[in-house]
């Protein structure tokens, strides 16, 4: 009997599906070019989100310049179960290095309808200053 439902146990344990991984994507494309470092209010970029715990009520989104260690600001969102946040869904500091190429990091961090934190993911891109 003991054997039976440890076998049972583990092909329940095999069969099931790990939990995809909360992830997302963006690119820079509807940033403008800029020179110098001016600090400037840029609509956000499309979101491609994937893996995103059940549960989730609200995406927090936060941009930081890993480069100049830089806090660029964001937003949090209610979120539905969308694939993607569309382009220009909320206003941040954008990107724009004094020179040469900057590094950024959009964190996002999945809530509940409590505000408990069921996840979060990261992802980077490049911005280039107009100015070398």
């Known amino acids: ?5 440890l076998a049972a146990v583990a092909a329940l344990v095999l069969a099931a599906e790990p939990a995809a991984a909360f992830e997302v994507d963006f690119d ?8 110098g470092g001016s600090l400037r209010i840029t609509p956000s970029p499309e979101f491609r ?3 995103v715990p059940e549960g ?15 806090q660029h600001g964001g937003k949090a969102l209610d979120y539905e179960g969308e694939p993607a946040i569309a382009a220009d869904s909320f206003k941040y500091v954008g990107p724009c290095p004094i020179r040469g190429t900057h590094t950024y990091e959009w964190t996002v961090r999945a809530l509940d ?3 408990g ?6 992802a980077q891109g490049e ?5 070398p």
């Open 56 to 70: 989730t009520a609200l995406l927090d989104f936060r941009l930081h310049d890993l480069t100049a260690d830089i």
């Open 28 to 35: 820079f494309s509807n940033v403008r070019p800029c020179a």
């Open 1 to 5: 009997m003991k054997l039976h439902l």
């Open 49 to 51: 989100l994937s893996g």
């Open 127 to 131: 911005f280039t200053a107009t100015r």
């Open 117 to 122: 934190e069921l996840g979060v993911t990261t």
């Open 113 to 115: 309808d409590a505000g």
